[in-house]
């Protein structure tokens, strides 16, 4: 049987298809890419690589300095580190591929060289790593300098074999500081964990939108070119009129954004995932679609399948497949569309019914002919359509042409997102804490609200710093006197504003303000707890509490009279107790 003639673009979709959310490309991410690009004779899509310009500069420094490429899995060190190679060295490309550690030899400011090695992989250098550190620590008496790419964990646990350990517990510090960048001893630490995925994400889904190879399916007159669903992807993706991403593009964005700043971290090749699994994305058979796909799926008239907003969380996918798949699993839990609000809901339930012909308007605008939900369909189907409509709202929805009370965050867990990163921006500026956080503070620390603006009580029930509310009041944290902060918790870009509490004669108590925590005070404060994530942050807001009991109760002791207890209690009262020895009687 004869080949069927492929269309315009369809080597290229096959490439695109290699970044998707296929299991089987998931080990061997690399190769795989690798293999589809020689075979298509299409470049890998190359992003920017953010520290390769300051490394150069660094190793040409008459100062020197070792560099520490950290991160992990997948983002992108061995990339980064070959292109700091690239810039600096004049030997041929196949030399990278060959050899395991490269040295080569750089000029420096003042006219001088220096050797600079590159270790590509510090597990290889196991049996080495004595000698290899030795070498770092000689780094200014011999002048040799060393690029390492390095798993954050893996670093640590080789300079605590080797007994390296006050240097391993500085460089975990910066790692969990979230610094982008920092020096410790003589080395400069360039963290790519840190580094913005919201940034990556746009630039991939601009590398893929935005490529020459979707020309042709104009100039060389694909016959589907029109009614293409993949097509409606894109242009659903970018606004090509003013050359940027669109709503749904930065909505997505925000929702990685978000998750990063609740401690997840996605690799390159989950952003590249996502972006293909948006495009590319089918409900039926595959879960993505070539153009012989398309092709097929335009005869039956089921280009519904191909869906951008079915595609976006990977609801194209298996359910199996979307809770391995860690990008899926983590925006998930974002329940998007799971969450009612009574003017969408209105919106998509009543259409083009609505008596407000506004309304009516924007059920046309966002929904067209369509017809949601209507009369006839059984409990659960309508539920389902009903979810999937708050979703698309969720992506579409233009806030700053159509400002809604409650705005489309409500249509998630995070119905008060928009105050947390208010926070984050004004952390530089306005060091003191908001009174809805304060407020949630006071229900966990003693189980009601603030009765003295200026002052957060700390109650216990004398044994457990668990309970709700506590009778006895281990302390007060004067808020206006600077007891009680808010900082920024590092220099990444995923740093989160961070409770610092400045007890006397106590180190700092610090406590990260992620999203999560923030959304599960701001609820508090408003007099009830959320089901979607109470447990866990409970338990972390009692462990903040057990500390502050802590301190407080040393603190307190240091004040006390030996023969005399006081005892003060949550609603104002205090009592003192005096301790009879037997000189006393």
Same mark, same amino acid.
């Not at 096959?14 to 296929?22: K, M, T, V």
């Not at 979707?214 to 009614?227: A, F, Q, R």
């Given at each position: 049987m004869p080949r069927v003639a492929d269309f315009p673009a369809s080597n290229w979709i096959?490439?695109?298809?290699?970044?998707?959310?296929?299991s089987s490309n998931l080990n061997l991410f690399d190769e795989n890419v690798g293999r589809v690009s020689r075979r298509y004779k299409i470049m890998p899509l190359q992003l920017e690589t953010d520290y390769v310009p300051q490394i150069v500069e660094l190793l040409k420094e008459d100062t020197p300095v070792n560099v520490l490429l950290a991160g992990v899995a997948g983002d992108g060190k061995s990339f980064h580190l070959r292109q700091v190679w690239s810039e600096i060295s004049l030997?041929?490309?196949?030399?990278?591929? *060959?050899?395991?550690?490269? *040295?080569?030899?750089?000029?420096?400011?003042?006219?001088?060289t220096?050797?600079?090695t590159f270790i590509k992989d510090l597990s290889a250098n196991v049996t080495q790593f004595s000698a290899l550190l030795a070498k770092l620590e000689k780094t200014t008496e011999t002048d040799e300098v060393f690029v390492i790419a390095c798993n954050h964990g893996q670093l640590l646990a080789r300079l605590r074999e080797h007994n390296r350990n006050d240097l391993a517990d500085r460089l975990e510090d910066v790692f969990f500081r979230q610094n982008a960048v920092s020096s410790v001893d003589n080395f400069r630490v360039f963290d790519l964990s840190r580094v913005s995925q919201v940034d990556k994400l746009r630039e991939i889904i601009r590398l893929i939108v935005t490529h020459p190879k979707?020309?042709?399916?104009? *100039?060389?007159?694909?016959?589907?070119?029109?009614?293409c669903p993949i097509q409606k992807n894109r242009r659903a993706l970018w606004n090509f009129t003013y050359n940027r991403g669109s709503i749904t593009t930065e909505r997505l964005c925000r929702l990685v954004e978000i998750a990063a700043y609740n401690g997840h971290h996605f690799p390159i090749r989950d952003l590249f995932v996502l972006a293909v699994n948006a495009l590319l994305g089918c409900s039926r058979d595959r879960a993505t679609v070539g153009c012989h796909d398309v092709s097929r799926l335009v005869e039956s008239m089921s280009t519904a399948d191909v869906d951008v907003f079915v595609n976006l969380l990977g609801h194209n996918v298996r359910e199996s497949t979307r809770i391995k798949n860690v990008v899926f699993r983590i925006l998930n839990e974002f329940q998007v569309g799971q969450r009612g609000h009574l003017y969408f809901d209105e919106l998509i339930v009543l259409g083009r019914q609505h008596p407000n012909p506004d309304v009516c308007a924007l059920y046309e605008r966002y929904f067209g002919r369509e017809e949601v939900v209507f009369d006839g369909l059984d409990e659960d189907e309508r539920q389902k359509r009903l979810v999937a409509a708050r979703r698309k709202l969720f992506f579409t929805w233009n806030e700053s042409v159509n400002p809604v009370d409650g705005g489309v965050w409500a249509l998630t867990v995070y119905r008060h997102i928009g105050e947390f990163l208010d926070l984050l921006r004004n952390v530089d500026y306005d060091e003191h804490p908001p009174e809805d956080i304060l407020q949630g503070l006071s229900r966990i620390m003693t189980g009601s609200t603030r009765a003295v603006q200026s002052v957060l009580n700390v109650? *216990?029930?004398?044994?457990?710093?668990r309970a709700p509310v506590g009778l006895l009041a281990a302390g007060k944290i004067y808020v206006d006197n600077g007891d009680v902060i808010i900082e920024r918790s590092g220099t990444g870009a995923d740093a989160v504003p961070e409770l610092v509490f400045n007890l006397k004669e106590t180190e700092p108590i610090r406590f990260a303000l992620t999203p999560k925590r923030h959304e599960f005070l701001s609820n508090i404060a408003e007099g009830y707890i959320p089901t979607s994530f109470s447990g866990q942050c409970q338990s972390e807001f009692y462990s903040l509490k057990a500390r502050l009991v802590n301190a407080l109760e040393k603190q307190q002791k240091r004040k006390n009279n030996p023969q005399l207890i006081r005892l003060d209690f949550s609603d104002g009262i205090s009592m003192s107790l005096k301790v009879l020895t037997g000189n006393s009687y």
């Open positions: 096959r490439f695109l298809s290699a970044y998707g959310p296929d030997l041929e490309p196949e030399i990278w591929e *060959t050899d395991i550690d490269i *040295t080569v030899s750089v000029q420096k400011r003042n006219g001088e220096r050797n600079v979707w020309n042709d399916c104009e *100039t060389l007159h694909c016959p589907h070119c029109s009614v109650s *216990t029930n004398g044994a457990s710093s």
